[in-house]
């Protein structure tokens, strides 16, 4: 049923009108809409991918499983041991949109990568209001956990748990949403729709650089005065270019809210861990209940470390694999070993990369108008879940 629907359903697309209203009905906001669409025009998907409840519900229990691991003392202690020191600073917080990416296939999900500052959140929450459907049957297809129109209360909530979860009580008055140049990201204009939503609730927000902020006189600051909460879309994971001292040295201090943070990065996100999560033996020595085990077994492709001792062994099997850096995020320095030169290999190598099991992409059809409504060849999708985690 579902492969039906994403092979040849067409029934529930995306109303381009409605998405710009959903992006400029905040007068604050207007020509929001007109800067996506001219600097990020395939930003949104025409159709939607159809995901079966027994997907759903076995991602939830990789989740889970992931999440017992991370709570054990001696996992901790062991990503811990080969993160930067300042993931040995835990400020409280839990970060925010911890991304679980995965891959859906015949042989079920299967978790390619953690991210610890998935973007796009706000974005498909207003996708979420411009779903067209034609018919009432069909619009069902298209309900979440959260109704879209709930979506923003419920990112709102998740900042303010992360405040209280870092000992604060009330709300933070003042927001920054902080990444490098950020005007040049590409999530730039969802920068935007984070300052919209806080203020919305009654909250000061920027988007800022890091070098507009200072620490002095114990607190994080900008032009106009302190910083209480820090919404962090930056790629440097540890806070260590020189750029970011400020803000590292406010977190440090607790200062500021930082989230996401270090160490959720380290203890989430490091690519290394995924080694440990694929590794029944590892698994079985820090203590992990056997159930929990044999749902990651199933759900985390086989991940190895690179090292000289399994170089020989990988280049052998370099077609079978995909290489992602320790740290790295999005596509950046991670290659398909069947488009691996030798010249790249001495690379990774020379690097702290992983070498993971290649899990291809779904695919899902579409049309366009442009092709008077024929099926043109499929675009690939990957399912991500983000999560809030409680207390």
């Known amino acids: 049923m579902i492969e039906a629907l994403n092979t040849d359903c067409f029934c529930v697309s995306l109303d381009r009108e409605a998405l710009r209203q959903a992006i400029d009905d905040d007068p604050a906001a207007r020509g929001l809409s007109a ?17 079966s409840r027994r997907k759903v ?12 691991v991370v709570a054990l003392p001696a996992y901790r202690e062991q990503v811990l041991s080969y993160a930067p020191d300042i993931a040995r600073f835990d400020p409280g ?3 925010v949109f911890t991304g679980y990416d995965f891959h859906l296939g015949a042989a079920g999900p299967k978790l390619i990568e953690i991210n610890t500052n998935a973007g796009g959140a706000l974005l498909n929450a207003v996708l979420g209001r411009a779903q067209r459907a034609c ?5 069902s297809l298209v309900s979440g956990p959260v109704p879209a129109e709930r979506l923003d209360c419920t990112i709102f909530e998740m900042f303010i748990e992360e405040w209280r979860l870092a000992g604060r009580g009330g709300v933070p008055a003042r927001i920054a949403i902080v990444d490098d140049r950020p005007e040049e990201q590409f999530l730039h204009p969802e920068f935007l729709l984070f300052e919209r939503l806080f203020r919305s ?16 006189d114990g607190e994080l600051r900008d032009a106009n005065g302190p910083i209480d909460l820090v919404c962090n879309r930056m790629t440097d994971f540890s806070l260590q270019e020189a750029a970011h001292a400020a803000l590292r040295a406010a977190y440090l201090a607790g200062a500021a809210v930082v989230t996401p943070h270090p160490r959720a990065h380290a203890l989430y996100a490091d690519k290394r861990n995924l080694a440990v999560l694929s590794d029944e033996s590892r698994l079985a020595a820090l203590g992990v209940r056997r159930e929990a085990i044999e749902v990651l077994l199933r759900g985390v492709p086989r991940t190895r470390l690179v090292t000289a001792a399994l170089a020989e062994e990988l280049w052998a099997d370099r077609r079978k694999l995909f290489f992602k ?3 790295g995020f999005g596509s950046k320095a991670a290659y398909r070993g069947d488009k691996l030169t030798r010249r790249v290999w001495s690379e990774v190598q020379a690097g702290i990369h992983v070498a993971q099991e290649l899990i291809p992409h779904p695919r899902r059809r579409f049309c366009s108008g442009a092709h008077h409504g024929r099926r043109i060849p499929h675009r690939r999708s990957r399912w991500r879940r983000s999560i809030s985690r409680q207390s």
């Open 325 to 327: 850096p320790a740290a």
């Open 135 to 139: 018919c009432e049957d069909v619009a």
């Open 201 to 216: 609730f009654g909250v000061q927000a920027w988007v800022l650089a890091p070098e507009q902020l200072t620490f002095r």
């Open 93 to 95: 917080a839990r970060g």
């Open 57 to 68: 519900d076995q991602m939830a229990k990789i989740i889970a499983a992931v999440e017992e």
């Open 35 to 51: 800067l996506i669409e001219e600097r990020c025009p395939h930003l949104f998907a025409a159709l939607p991918v159809y995901v």
